[in-house]
């Protein structure tokens, strides 16, 4: 539209305009995007009162899309604004699709919404109507995108009636569709699904179609009717080019099959997504998929076979280490299920198979992140079989990398144990504690293992003859854990042995015969809550929940209710009942403020809201804020602060999330690392934030930078001192653009990161790109040949990174960094017109990273047909 608006400017032109000008829209029309974005720039800098100006501008702001520079896009635009004229629709139409591609859904939706409110005969109307839906929906606001799209009277209604094949008017329905489906509405959804079965759908759409017809109807319980519409797919995804389609059509077939009971068909169809020519993310999906179904179903033996096949297939696949942790861990979870179903004794075999996985991940892939959870799984391995010495040994080595959490707990309470066995009672001690340390941190840790972990610190401790420390935790288990089996003298030394071998199943029996025995003991309360807590370590919840539910019911005065209604909440959430569990926590966060619970129980209703996505993003803020309030002296209450920070980022409310970054920032009892976290945060915030002073309008990154500067004030030489230094040298590379003088900042703000020996592999390539684009800035403000000479050394960067030069022994390529570095080489090698050396750059990064081979051919293709005419030529 924008190129046939041409015929609309003056005819009367300089020649050498003319020519400019047409040279420029080639370019773009052939898809030469780097070449349409320079030489679009030059002409409106050569012909500032051209007539064509707005449309060179909004024909360069599409090519910066194309080249994935949505914030430059953004930045031109607003600019150029002013100077729009008739093409000011266009304008503001352009903003927001630049803003939808750079995530400011928000400001997108404001964007096309001011199109619609000033120019009602714009042609685009249509198009921007579904657009602001569109943004809605990335945001999560369904509600907004079904009362868009659904008004008789508005926008999108009205254009839709006049042009109702148009594929925006399609695509607008569709989305209206989903928004039903999203909101509860699946039966309108369903309806509206079908009066668009003989729509001429493009087939992308068709997909889409299809693939909502089926969630509808499994969100109904009606999933055995979605299986023929599953066919249906997979027919169509087969005729769309690339295997992507095919994928997801798998993996909603596989779902729909988990629901009607066929688990052998769903594990079939997880196997055939682990093909190659799949993006990483539907592999890693499958094979999650695959390892939970078979666990469930006990299919492992299946699941094994079609992993196995996939390694022997695939030796050099990039979750290569993620496949061989899970073949592990379904091999070890047999040897657990032969020997608690009493079905032999402990298979040697298959356990020395799963060792040998997870010790193959643990030596060939050091840096990858599932190395901790291989490293845990092989703690277990040499502790089945008695190898103390190995087993504490995997045991440490998870306990350094595991982040907090139930897996370090974990690891921490197994080198308890083993150095319990070893006599090594004080050491025994540290690791319990540091058990019970990381409970006050963890709702599951406190759950599952603050008891046993106190527990064993008293038995420790007693073997130490450390009287402080055995009163010190036994205060602790009456004052928390009332209804424990220390309570009871009777099953004091019944109870060590279980805590000791964790055999909660014998733990019950003997509790159920105390009751037996002691009908009208003072302590039946406590027994029945220490019978209810064997099933929740067993992982019984459903059970639990039911018991926890009589106990309150049998005592409803009883001095612990609080605890138990606390527990009730969390085994309702673990089984999945996540209304339940919100209703409980928040009836216990109203009824218990003074409880040491009740900061818990908050922080669990703030984190429901949080995983519910955008669509709840502003009930987890204040769900947070509370909990900071309220429990201001808790240790969540720093953690619910920067939360809600994350929180207000990620709905991007810039103000708001400063606001809680200051507040940690500022406060001097905020531990170290949370403040650098926060600092962090606040200084991406505030360089996201729109300037509001139109004369300096890149001041937010000199104010960023110096935030970023305050990290090295905390921490000046460790990893997090270098990642300051790349984030102050990328707010430089910005002001640049303002005063060149920035450049030689930039410059050493990234030797400074590449300096320190601490810095991880993501801030080195970082770096390295950064001094590139200094180079090819500064190049491109020079004349030949300092340009040339200067743009051919930022290619260099860029092919360094492609090339793995930051990495350093044992390290593996940052798939995201190699990606980006081989784009911009492309990027450069184009925009040099070395045709030949763009296009293996493109071959080698179509070796690297298969999952971009669909949107590196096109690039390829049109790379052979540039070099196929320069030959000609010659």
């Known amino acids: 539209m924008l190129i046939l608006w041409l015929g609309l400017c003056e005819a009367a032109v300089a020649q050498n305009e003319e020519a400019d000008y047409q040279a420029a829209a080639r370019a773009f029309e052939d898809e030469l995007w780097a070449r349409a974005d320079s030489e679009l720039q030059q002409f409106v800098e050569k012909y500032p009162e051209s007539s064509r100006r707005p449309l060179a501008v909004l024909l360069r702001a599409q090519a910066l899309l194309r080249l994935d520079r949505a914030a430059e896009a953004v930045k031109l635009l607003e600019s150029e604004q002013a100077r729009a004229g008739g093409m000011a629709d266009a304008f503001l139409f352009w ?18 919404r001011e199109l619609l409110d000033r120019y009602p005969t714009s042609s685009l109307r249509l198009e921007a109507a579904v657009n602001e839906a569109a943004a809605h929906a990335a945001a999560g606001g369904w509600d907004r995108v079904v009362e868009l799209l659904d008004a008789p009277q508005g926008a999108f209604q009205s254009q839709a009636r006049e042009k109702p094949e148009a594929e925006a008017a399609l695509r607008g329905k569709l989305l209206l569709a989903e928004g039903l489906w999203r909101t509860g509405r699946a039966e309108p959804a369903l309806a509206l699904l079908s009066a668009l079965r003989d729509a001429k759908l493009p087939s992308s759409l068709a997909f889409r179609r299809l693939w909502l017809e089926v969630k509808a109807l499994e969100s109904l319980g009606r999933a055995a009717e979605a299986l023929p519409l599953l066919t249906n797919l997979t027919s169509l995804a087969r005729t769309m080019g690339a295997p992507v389609w095919e994928g997801r059509a798998r993996m909603a077939h596989a779902a729909v099959l988990e629901t009607t009971g066929d688990p052998v068909g769903a594990l079939e169809l997880y196997r055939l997504n682990l093909a190659t020519n799949l993006p990483v993310d539907l592999q890693q999906e499958a094979v999650i998929r695959l390892s939970r179904l078979a666990l469930a179903t006990d299919n492992t033996p299946r699941a094994v076979e079609a992993l196995e096949g996939f390694l022997q297939a695939n030796t050099n696949s990039p979750i290569t280490d993620l496949v061989t942790v899970v073949l592990g861990e379904l091999e070890l979870e047999r040897c657990l299920r032969t020997v608690d179903q009493q079905r032999g004794p402990l298979p040697t075999n298959l356990l020395a198979r799963a060792r040998a996985r997870f010790e193959w991940v643990v030596r060939q892939f050091p840096d990858s992140p599932h190395r901790p959870r291989a490293e845990l799984n092989l703690g277990w391995c040499y ?37 319990f066995r ?52 036994t205060g602790r288990i009456l004052q928390e854990f009332p209804g424990s089996y220390l309570t009871e003298a009777a099953l004091t030394l019944q109870g060590q042995a279980l805590a000791r071998h964790a055999n909660p199943g014998a733990a019950r029996e003997i509790f159920l015969s105390v009751l037996e025995k002691f009908p009208d003991t003072a302590k039946r309360a406590d027994l029945q809550l220490a019978i209810t807590r064997t099933y929740e370590l067993e992982g019984d919840w459903k059970t639990a929940a039911e018991l926890h539910r009589q106990w309150l019911e049998a005592f409803p005065d009883h001095l612990l209710r609080p605890q138990v209604e606390f527990a009730l909440g969390w085994a309702l959430a673990r089984t999945g009942d996540t209304a339940g569990a919100l209703q409980t926590f928040t009836n216990f966060v109203t009824r218990y403020t003074n409880q040491p619970l009740a900061a818990r129980a908050q922080w669990w209703v703030a984190d429901h809201y949080f995983n519910l996505g955008p669509s709840a993003f502003m009930d987890a803020e204040r769900q947070y804020q509370l909990l900071a309030t309220v429990w201001s002296n808790h240790p969540l209450a720093y953690e619910a602060r920067m939360m809600a920070g994350r929180v207000a ?75 300051a230094w790349g984030e102050m040298g990328e707010c430089y590379l910005q002001l640049a653009a303002r005063d060149p003088a920035f450049y030689i900042a930039a410059s050493n703000a990234f030797h400074q990161a590449l300096a320190l020996p601490a810095a991880d592999l993501p801030t080195r390539c970082q770096a390295w790109m950064g001094l590139g684009l200094v180079n090819e800035r500064l190049g491109a403000r020079l004349n030949e040949p300092q340009r040339g000479h200067l743009l051919r ?29 081989g784009l911009e080489a492309a990027r450069l090698a184009e925009s040099l017109q070395e045709w030949r050396q763009a296009l293996r750059i493109y071959e080698r990064l179509r070796e690297l990273l298969p999952p971009l081979q669909p949107a590196l051919e096109k690039r390829m293709e049109r790379l052979r047909e540039r070099i196929a005419a320069t030959s000609a030529g010659e």
């Open 95 to 112: 903003l927001g699709e630049a803003e939808l591609r750079r995530g400011k859904h928000d400001v997108a939706a404001v964007r096309f």
């Open 383 to 419: 502790w089945l079989v008695g190898d103390w010495a190995g087993a504490a040994e995997a045991f440490g080595r998870a306990v350094a990398r595991l982040p907090e959490g139930v897996g370090r707990a974990v690891a921490h309470f197994k080198l308890g144990d083993v150095a």
């Open 422 to 473: 070893q006599g090594k009672f004080r050491e025994a001690m540290e690791h319990y504690q540091a058990v019970v340390a990381l409970a006050d941190r963890s709702l599951l840790v406190r759950t599952q293992l603050c008891e046993p972990a106190l527990y064993q610190v008293v038995r420790a401790a007693v073997e130490v003859g450390d009287l402080a420390a055995v009163e010190q935790a």
């Open 649 to 723: 980022m990620a709905r991007q409310a810039w103000l708001d999330a400063i606001g809680y970054f200051t507040n940690l920032t500022s406060d001097l009892q905020c531990p170290v690392p949370l403040k650098i976290q926060a600092l962090f945060a606040y200084g991406d915030a505030v360089r996201r934030l729109p300037s509001t002073d139109t004369n300096t309008p890149l001041a937010n990154f000199e104010e960023a930078a110096r935030i970023f500067a305050k990290v090295l004030e905390l921490e000046p030489t460790n990893a997090a001192a270098a990642r």
């Open 793 to 821: 050394e930022a290619m260099d960067r860029y092919v360094d990174v492609l090339y793995g030069r930051p990495l350093r022994p044992g390290e593996s390529p940052d798939p995201f960094w190699t990606r980006r570095a």
